[in-house]
């Protein structure tokens, strides 16, 4: 054996199974025992907590300096923003947060690029590219600004109708995406769309979902309203993003259709307590209320229900804030049981084994055969959740990175 992390309280992806040696080679867990095996190299993880690395299953890594879009995207060159994002990469994997799913970002698909040739460090991500958007939807940020401006932003894939919505599909796919990312309901960062007014018609999402189940993929919908939620399920979406406002019978069908769901409560937060301090745009500040109020009754339901959470913070901007910023992404662990009622392990499950399992990377398990993805905390964060920010070391893929 190559490396093993020895004499540690291991949390395997759902439980604590106590104190032990786990053996890897060639970045794969070999083992996981009690027994103490000679080693080329071995790190001493006495009174420590080994858990699998994080995932934060919603993240846009756009390189955004304080909380404007709109001056993101229109002021500052994508040239800058991928500098910056290329150092929110090696944060969030010092973070302890090993893999990442971007839900829109053109910049992550070059930054996923750049992490699996080794020219910069960073988690594993799972990119979606180019978001695909309806015209006057949540993909458009300023919906004053001419249309044609609009696409030139080139951040959204636009499409309208069943033909259009193939297209885009097939065109983000092209461009390198790893799944599809839609906008099913208006948003908060969005200028003059509502949450709760569905985006994209039935027939519309249904045939991007085709398009991305044809190459083994799938579909990730952002949807705060009950009823754009509903048609995207409907449709055949695999991970619902936000939903703030759904109702009881929404729940129940994304039990029997297997829907995971991402609460994203950092973000919320975030806009709520330091919107206006971070530079927020007004619409986001005056709409962020309505969502923020539902999202607890929701969490708590979708748990009694049996539906999969899984953490993402859906940050994109730095803020500079000591509280909530990028690298601080366990916050999302901590809201989840401050806010959502989760029990710790339930959120330190929801942040290792199940985005894992609904997104299909072979991480989030301290278990043989799984990538050696783990992160030793000095802490115990079934205990307070809040240690989980306790991160003493890193491994990704059987290497340490700090
Ligand atoms: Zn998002």
Redesign the pocket.
Known sequence: MSLAIKNGIVFDGTKVIGKKNIYIENGIIEEVTEDDKPVKEEIDAKDMFVMPGLIDA???MGGIKGGSLVKGYLFESPLLRILRASKWAEKLLKAGFTTIRD??EPISIHLRNAINEGTIIGPRIIAAGR?ITQTFGHGEFSHDIPLEFSKELGFSEFCDGVDSCIHAARKVLREGADFI?IFATG?VLSQRDRPENPQLSYDEIRVIVNEAEKVGTYVAA?AHGDKGARIAIEAGIKTL??GTLLQDETLKLMVQKNVSLTP?LT?QELIYRYGKQIGVDEWGLEKIVQVRESITRVIRKAKDYGITIIT?T?M?FETGIEEIDIGKNWMELVLLVELGGLKPVEALTAATYNPAKVLGVNVGEIKPGKLADIVIINGDPTYNIRDVAKVKKVIKGGIEVN
Request: aromatic share 0%; hydrophobic share 10%.
């Open positions: 919603h993240i846009h839900c829109g978001p990312k948003g952002h993003e936000h994203t973000i993402g859906d994109g």
